[in-house]
């Protein structure tokens, strides 16, 4: 049965062999069509918390699709994605609430609240979730957590006000406010010069290896992910076309990912 006749019907959950729900992240199978656009044709990926996996293809393959499915903000037509070894499609709003808390997300544009300083920005998800915590506390977090991404200096600037690497890194540490266990990070380096590209790949070293998370970046930037992943994944046409190392990856034969290492 094609993956669009499941759309409307209820999706039966895919078992995972019992070591990979000691993953952190595992997608299985995962369809995803829009009307008649078959965006993700059956995307198996997984990630292990502490390592990093980049996902590269060309404009319009469905990365940001990837992300936004595993975040839970749409459902996939069929397959499963796991975090933490729970299957989220299907799970009351509560129980994802309570798994998305445990997720940073980094949108494309960074999106940021315009109205909003870059400390309350950094705030939002904590004054949100976190109302165990006094204002001061929260405070105290905000500075800690900007001077994590080198913006000490900047708490009360306007998001209008800072440069676009600024602004990532706003994001960035916006992402990091509830200490998340998995980091998604949707172009983080996209619109960049080449050196404050590579002052945010730094970034995303230091934290990774600070926190610990599981992360996912979705770049275009092949020099960024060879910097900052452990693994490297090639979507193309809704499928998974390569993954491994960078080094795997140079070993292909296969003719599209000869042609997108060539632009290196
Ligand atoms: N909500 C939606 N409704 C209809 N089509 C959608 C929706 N979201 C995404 N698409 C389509 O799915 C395809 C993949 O989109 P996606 O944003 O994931 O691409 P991408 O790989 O992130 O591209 P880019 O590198 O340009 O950011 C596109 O053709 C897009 O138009
Ligand atoms: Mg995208």
Redesign the pocket.
Known sequence: MSAAAHSDTVMPSVLLPAHETSLAVAICNVHKT??K?H?LDGITLTVAQGQTLAVL??????????L?LIIGL?QPDSGAIRIHGDDISGLSLDHLGAIRKKMGFLF?HAALYDSLTVAENVAFPLQHHRRDLSQSEKQDRVRHLLAEVGLDGDLDKMPSNISGGMQKRVGLARALALEPDILLL??PTAGLDPISSREIDELILKLQKEHHMASIV?T?DLSSARTIADQLAL?DRGKVVAEGSFEDLQQSDNPFVRDFLKVL
């Open positions: 829009f009307g656009h965006v293809g060309r404009s319009g393959t469905g990365k940001s699709v990837l936004r749409i494309q949707d172009e979705v275009h979507l």
